[in-house]
Protein backbone atom coordinates (compact mmCIF):
# COMPACT_ATOMS: atom_id res chain seq x y z
CA UNK A 1 0.00 0.00 0.00
CA UNK A 2 1.30 3.55 -0.96
CA UNK A 3 0.34 7.05 0.47
CA UNK A 4 -1.93 7.57 -2.04
CA UNK A 5 -3.93 4.25 -1.45
CA UNK A 6 -3.58 4.58 2.19
CA UNK A 7 -4.93 8.47 2.30
CA UNK A 8 -7.95 7.05 -0.11
CA UNK A 9 -8.53 4.06 2.11
CA UNK A 10 -8.62 6.61 5.20
CA UNK A 11 -10.90 8.80 3.69
CA UNK A 12 -13.63 6.19 2.36
CA UNK A 13 -13.50 4.84 5.98
CA UNK A 14 -13.78 8.42 7.63
CA UNK A 15 -16.04 9.86 4.90
CA UNK A 16 -13.83 12.75 4.62
CA UNK A 17 -12.15 14.79 1.29
CA UNK A 18 -8.82 13.41 0.31
CA UNK A 19 -7.67 16.28 1.04
CA UNK A 20 -8.38 16.99 4.37
CA UNK A 21 -7.54 13.22 5.07
CA UNK A 22 -3.84 14.57 3.38
CA UNK A 23 -3.78 17.41 6.33
CA UNK A 24 -4.58 15.23 8.47
CA UNK A 25 -2.14 12.60 7.66
CA UNK A 26 0.69 15.02 7.19
CA UNK A 27 -0.18 16.66 11.10
CA UNK A 28 0.17 13.30 12.34
CA UNK A 29 3.52 12.62 11.10
CA UNK A 30 4.85 16.28 11.75
CA UNK A 31 3.96 15.99 15.15
CA UNK A 32 5.73 12.45 15.82
CA UNK A 33 8.65 13.60 13.68
CA UNK A 34 9.30 16.71 16.05
CA UNK A 35 8.19 14.55 18.97
CA UNK A 36 11.43 12.22 18.40
CA UNK A 37 13.07 15.21 16.84
CA UNK A 38 13.16 16.76 20.64
CA UNK A 39 14.27 13.33 22.08
CA UNK A 40 11.18 11.50 22.77
CA UNK A 41 9.23 8.50 22.45
CA UNK A 42 5.96 8.13 20.14
CA UNK A 43 3.91 5.43 21.89
CA UNK A 44 0.58 4.08 19.73
CA UNK A 45 -1.29 2.02 21.90
CA UNK A 46 -2.40 -1.51 20.24
CA UNK A 47 0.47 -0.61 17.63
CA UNK A 48 3.93 0.05 19.13
CA UNK A 49 6.62 2.19 20.31
CA UNK A 50 9.17 4.67 18.44
CA UNK A 51 11.92 5.87 19.91
CA UNK A 52 15.23 6.93 18.70
CA UNK A 53 18.42 5.85 20.08
CA UNK A 54 22.25 6.57 20.26
CA UNK A 55 24.60 4.26 18.90
CA UNK A 56 27.81 4.29 20.03
CA UNK A 57 30.88 4.46 18.06
CA UNK A 58 33.10 1.02 16.78
CA UNK A 59 35.28 -0.35 14.49
CA UNK A 60 34.49 -1.79 11.53
CA UNK A 61 36.73 -4.55 8.80
CA UNK A 62 36.28 -3.80 5.12
CA UNK A 63 36.88 -7.88 4.38
CA UNK A 64 38.71 -6.85 0.76
CA UNK A 65 41.84 -4.73 2.11
CA UNK A 66 41.50 -5.79 6.31
CA UNK A 67 41.50 -1.97 6.71
CA UNK A 68 39.83 -0.73 10.19
CA UNK A 69 37.72 2.37 10.12
CA UNK A 70 36.46 4.00 12.77
CA UNK A 71 32.36 4.47 12.18
CA UNK A 72 30.70 7.07 14.02
CA UNK A 73 28.32 7.36 16.62
CA UNK A 74 24.78 8.11 15.14
CA UNK A 75 21.10 8.46 16.02
CA UNK A 76 18.58 5.87 14.75
CA UNK A 77 15.38 5.41 14.47
CA UNK A 78 13.69 2.08 16.32
CA UNK A 79 10.23 0.84 16.50
CA UNK A 80 9.00 -1.92 18.63
CA UNK A 81 5.45 -3.44 17.80
CA UNK A 82 2.76 -3.84 20.67
CA UNK A 83 1.93 -7.18 22.28
CA UNK A 84 -1.53 -7.17 20.40
CA UNK A 85 0.28 -6.38 17.05
CA UNK A 86 2.51 -9.24 17.65
CA UNK A 87 -0.06 -11.26 18.53
CA UNK A 88 -2.03 -11.06 15.61
CA UNK A 89 0.71 -12.04 12.94
CA UNK A 90 1.31 -15.24 14.93
Do not use: H
Request: charged share 25%; hydrophobic share 35%.
Amino acid sequence: MNNKEFISELSRRFVYTNKDTTQLVSSVISIMTQQLQDGNTVAIQGFGTFEVRKKLERISINPATQQRMLIPPKLVLTYKPSAILKEKFK
